[in-house]
C-alpha cells in the first residue's frame, strides 16, 4: 500500500513537471538540424552562381525581342506581386498572417488565463483544503498564460533562449511543489477521515444497546458507499 501511494504521488509530480516543460520546450530545442543549414548555404552559394550567368545571359540579349517581351511581362509581374504584398500587409494583424492566426495563438493562452484566475479567486471562497498548494498552482498558470498572451501580443519582443530555459526550470518546480502540497493536504484529510470514522465506529459498537444493533449495522451498511 505505501509503495503504491508513494507511485501515485511520485506519478503526478513527474506529469505536473512535463505539463510545465512543455509550454516552453520548443523554445529549447534548436529551430533546424545542421544539416538544414549547411544544405541551405549550399543552396544559396549555387544559386549566386546562376544569378550571375544569368546576368550575363540578359546583358548578351538585351536588344532581342524576346528579352524585351520578358522585360514587359516582367513589369507586369511585379506590379501584380507589389499588389499581392499590400493585401498581405492589409490583412495581417500584429505580426500575425491574418487576424485567425492570431486568434490562434492569443486564445487558447487567454483561456488559460481566465481558467487560472477564476481558480485563483475560488482558492480563497472555498473551504480551506491544500490552499498554499492551490494558490501556487494557479499563480504559476497565470504567469505562463500572461507570458504567451504578451508573445502574440508582441511577437516580435521575443526573449532569449536562455530565458526560456530558466523559466521551465522555475515553473517545473513551482508547479511540482503545488502538486505535492495538494496531494499531502489530500493524504491528511484522508487519514484524518479514517480515524475519525474508526473513532465513531468504535464508539457506536461500544455503546449500542443489544436491542439496537439491527439498526445499527443497517446505518454502518449505507456510509461504506459514496452518498449524495
Not at 545542421?34 to 548555404?41: C, F, L, W
Not at 544559396?44 to 514587359?72: G, R, T, V, W
Not at 490562434?104 to 480551506?128: K, M, Q
Not at 455503546?207 to 439491527?214: D, F, M, R, V
Request: aromatic share 18%; charged share 25%; with cysteine.
Amino acid at each position: 500500500m505505501m509503495k503504491n501511494n508513494l507511485i501515485y504521488k511520485y506519478s503526478h509530480i513527474f506529469l505536473a513537471v512535463v505539463c510545465a516543460t512543455a509550454f516552453f520546450i520548443h523554445e529549447i530545442v534548436p529551430e533546424v538540424p545542421e544539416s538544414y543549414i549547411e544544405a541551405m548555404e549550399s543552396f544559396h552559394k549555387e544559386k549566386n552562381k546562376k544569378s550571375a550567368l544569368l546576368k550575363d545571359f540578359k546583358e548578351a540579349y538585351k536588344q532581342s525581342p524576346e528579352y524585351k517581351a520578358y522585360n514587359k511581362q516582367k513589369i507586369i509581374s511585379d506590379e501584380a506581386f507589389n499588389k499581392f504584398e499590400n493585401v498581405v500587409e492589409e490583412i495581417s494583424f500584429l505580426g500575425f498572417e491574418d487576424f485567425q492566426q492570431f486568434l490562434g495563438e492569443f486564445g487558447w493562452s487567454f483561456g488559460l488565463f481566465i481558467y487560472s484566475l477564476f481558480n485563483f479567486v475560488n482558492t480563497y471562497r472555498e473551504p480551506n483544503r491544500a490552499r498554499k498548494g492551490k494558490l501556487i498552482l494557479h499563480v504559476t498558470l497565470l504567469v505562463i498564460s500572461l507570458y504567451f498572451i504578451y508573445w502574440a501580443l508582441y511577437k516580435y519582443q521575443d526573449f532569449e533562449k536562455i530565458t526560456y530555459l530558466v523559466f521551465s526550470i522555475i515553473t517545473s518546480f513551482a508547479i511540482a511543489i503545488s502538486v505535492h502540497l495538494i496531494l499531502l493536504k489530500r493524504y491528511i484529510q484522508n487519514k484524518s477521515y479514517q480515524l475519525n470514522h474508526q473513532d465513531l465506529i468504535g464508539f457506536i459498537l461500544n455503546n449500542t444497546k443489544p436491542e439496537s444493533e439491527h439498526d445499527m449495522w443497517e446505518v454502518l451498511k449505507k456510509i461504506k458507499h459514496e452518498r449524495v
